[in-house]
């Protein structure tokens, strides 16, 4: 993870393919890993968390404390005033405010809206972009947004 430049605007970015039994997940954040490669050359200033049995070899797990871990280290090497953090979360969601963590033979820790609005709120960046894709997500607006975070979900908190 490279240090920010003062000089620029940079992307940081944290994507999360949550669900390991569903390749969709995986393809998905693959999607979005190449894209951003492709669009911001951000590969120095980004973060990969999968549980698909095929990535393992490629990217860490996800769990809540990689999760953790890494907002904090994007966090640490970014410039939190001028620089953009953007969560991509890929998983399935559920009507009680979680985001599914999900890898055969392991018991995770779901995220919940609670957990992941005071991560980023401890954090102190200041421009985030918070895309969640799950059913449900809707359910995280209230905990995450504020005058500076775009959010974006795939479904209302009803569906």
Known sequence: MQSSD???????????????????????????????????????????????????DEHPMATRTSIQASVEKIASQMDKEQDIFCLYITSHGSKNKTISLNHNGLALADIDAKWLGDLLKSTGIKHRVVVLSACFSGGFIDDISDENTLVMTAASAKK
Do not use: D, M, P, W
Request: net charge neutral; aromatic share 14%.
């Open 6 to 56: 003062a000089k620029k605007i940079e992307l940081y970015s944290l994507v999360v393919a949550g669900y390991g039994t569903e390749e969709v997940f995986r393809r998905e954040s693959k999607f979005i890993e190449n894209l951003f490669n492709e669009q911001y050359h951000n590969s120095n200033t980004a973060i990969y968390l999968s549980n698909s049995q095929r990535a393992l």
